[in-house]
């Protein structure tokens, strides 16, 4: 490896979603100097969902584009550097971190991970095309969208129960499609649903096909015990077939529950010392966009005062931020991060 390409950081957040961005904000608040490896497309999950209309602070629905843009430009005015590159291989061995990407090799004091974790797809012709135009992997996200409409939701676990139920409160009609006789979820779930008057179960049942070129129109299903088919109406589709989270890279580092999510503790501690993860990735249950950000403030919390007691911590990079204050940018970062210092030892006490 030429040395020209092994780069030193205080701290390495892997994943620029929600959880990520957030990290970073609060990371370079607090005076270190994040490297943010972003992956090729920036964003995260959020990215691909139309609007958001649960999100504090914006009494207008945002679009998921549009609010990662925003939080990146946040992270920037705050010296944040974000990179294009995935991690693809990672060392958490020794006392200082690596992090492989296509790019070259990073060493770091400590890392946030924030990988997010993708939705299972049913591998449909044109489910990726009508992603968030029709189909969605999301009903906390989505089910406003669909008020007195038809809908229908593919699955059988704790998640398809869950999110039915918040349909219901919306849509006039909800067809579950499951592909057995028996759900997998909670009993206390399966019976809610079955006592709603407005959600009608589909048992032994699977979506053939999605209707419509450019816009959806209604889904093709068979019975697969008897193969009867038919054409549902439904205005939108919603998967919830599962999540998968992201800790490729992490092969073998890091402690992983069953269904291959990060374990941490309250404070966003894995079982390494100085490795942290926030967002999807750690979380099985929300998978929320507020809650991701949430996770990725504590993380960062815990990462700077992490950095801030290790001994042989490499110095934090010169960046520029964005002078508020001034309306311009400020020289270097050392007066800013001197003057952000305050804001840091108070927000940790009062914690
Ligand atoms: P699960 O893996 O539990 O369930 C996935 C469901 O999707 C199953 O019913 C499965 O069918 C079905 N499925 C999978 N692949 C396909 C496919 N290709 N075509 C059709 N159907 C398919 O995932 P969940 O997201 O529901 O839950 C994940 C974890 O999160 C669980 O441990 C759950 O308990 C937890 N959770 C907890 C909640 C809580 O309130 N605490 C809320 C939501 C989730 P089959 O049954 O035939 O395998």
New binding site residues.
């Given amino acids: 490896m030429n040395d020209k390409n092994r780069q030193e950081e205080n701290l390495i957040i892997i994943g620029g979603g929600p959880g990520g961005l957030s990290a970073s904000i609060y990371a370079a608040r607090n005076g270190v100097a994040p490297l943010v490896l972003n992956g090729p497309e920036p964003g995260g999950q959020i990215t691909t969902t139309s609007e958001l209309e649960n999100y504090p602070g914006f009494p207008e629905p945002i679009g998921g584009f549009e609010l990662t843009q925003q939080m990146t430009e946040q992270a920037e005015n705050f010296g944040v550097r974000l990179k294009y590159e995935s991690a693809e291989e990672v060392d958490f061995s020794g006392d200082k971190f690596t992090v492989k990407t296509e790019g070259g090799e990073y060493i770091a004091d400590s890392i946030i991970i924030a990988t997010g974790a993708e939705p299972?797809t049913?591998g449909l012709e044109k489910e990726d095309s009508m992603r968030g135009n029709g189909v969605s992997y999301c009903a906390t996200c989505d089910a406003a969208f669909f008020r007195n409409k038809e809908v229908a939701i593919?699955?059988?676990?704790?998640?398809?129960l869950?999110e039915a139920t918040f349909l219901a409160k919306f849509a006039a009609k909800v067809y579950i499609i499951?592909?057995?006789d028996k759900?997998?979820?909670?009993k206390i779930l399966g019976d809610r649903v079955k006592d709603k008057e407005n959600i009608e179960i589909l048992w032994d049942t699977?979506v053939e096909n999605i209707k419509g070129e450019k816009k959806f129109e209604g889904i093709r299903i068979f019975n697969n015990k008897t193969d009867e088919e038919r054409d549902l109406d439904v205005k939108g589709l919603f998967i919830?077939?599962?999540?998968k989270p992201r800790t490729e890279c992490l092969k073998g580092q890091i402690e992983l529950d069953d269904?291959g999510y990060i374990l941490t503790d309250k404070k966003q501690h894995t079982n390494i010392s100085g490795v942290f993860a926030c967002g999807d990735v750690q979380d099985?249950?929300y998978r929320q966009v507020v809650i991701a950000a949430g996770s990725g403030a504590k993380a960062a919390i815990e990462a700077s005062e992490y950095i801030e007691e290790k001994e042989n911590s490499f110095p934090a990079k010169e960046v520029k931020m964005k002078n508020h204050a001034a309306g311009d940018e400020a020289k270097d970062s050392s007066d800013t991060a001197k003057k952000e210092e305050g804001g840091l030892s108070l927000s940790l006490s009062l914690d």
């Fill in positions: 299972r049913l593919v699955g059988g676990g704790d998640t398809a869950w499951h592909r057995r759900f997998r979820g909670a699977e919830a077939i599962g999540h269904h099985p249950d």
